[in-house]
C-alpha cells in the first residue's frame, strides 16, 4: 500500500496481474489490450493447439512435438491433458475465475476423466 497526498493506493495481485483499487473500492475497469494472458490461459492454448498439430497429422507424436519446440515429452503430454477439462473449468480458466489456490499442476497432472471429479478437485461446485 502507498500513500500520497491523503489518497491511499492499494494494488493486489490476480494470477500475476496488478489490480489497483481506489481508497472508495473502485477499480478501473479493464481494457482487452491491457490484460496479459495468465500461465493457465497460455497452457491451455497450448495445448489445444498441440491436440490440434496431432489430429490434423501435423505432427505424429507428442514426443515430436516436444522436439520441435525443446520442452520436455512429460510437460505437453500435461498441456494436452488440459484438453479434456469440464467445460465450466475452461471457462473459469478464460475468465480468469478460478480459485487463487489452484495452480496448473493441479489441472494438469492426471486430471481425472470425470467432469464432476475434475469439478470438486478445484472445488467448483457441480
Given amino acids: 500500500m502507498k500513500r500520497w497526498v ?3 493506493l492499494t494494488i493486489k495481485r490476480r494470477s500475476g496481474r496488478k489490480l489497483v483499487t481506489l481508497p472508495n473500492g473502485e477499480t478501473a475497469p479493464v481494457r482487452p489490450w491491457d490484460v496479459a494472458p495468465t ?3 497460455l497452457a491451455l492454448a497450448r495445448g489445444h493447439r498441440w491436440l490440434a498439430m496431432l489430429e490434423s497429422g ?3 507424436s507428442l514426443k515430436e512435438i516436444a522436439t520441435r519446440e525443446g520442452v520436455d ?3 505437453v503430454s500435461r498441456m494436452v491433458n488440459l ?4 467445460p465450466d473449468i475452461v471457462a473459469a480458466i478464460l475468465d480468469d475465475a478460478l480459485p ?3 495452480t496448473l499442476f493441479d489441472l494438469a497432472v492426471d486430471p481425472p476423466a ?3 471429479e475434475q469439478r470438486e478437485r ?3 461446485p457441480r
Fill in 83 to 86: 484438453t479434456t477439462l469440464a
Fill in 100 to 102: 487463487n489456490h489452484i
Fill in 58 to 60: 501435423e505432427a505424429k
Fill in 73 to 75: 515429452n512429460s510437460y
Fill in 39 to 41: 500461465s493457465l490461459q
Fill in 122 to 124: 478445484v472445488g467448483l
Fill in 114 to 116: 470425470l467432469w464432476d
Fill in 6 to 8: 491523503g489518497w491511499t
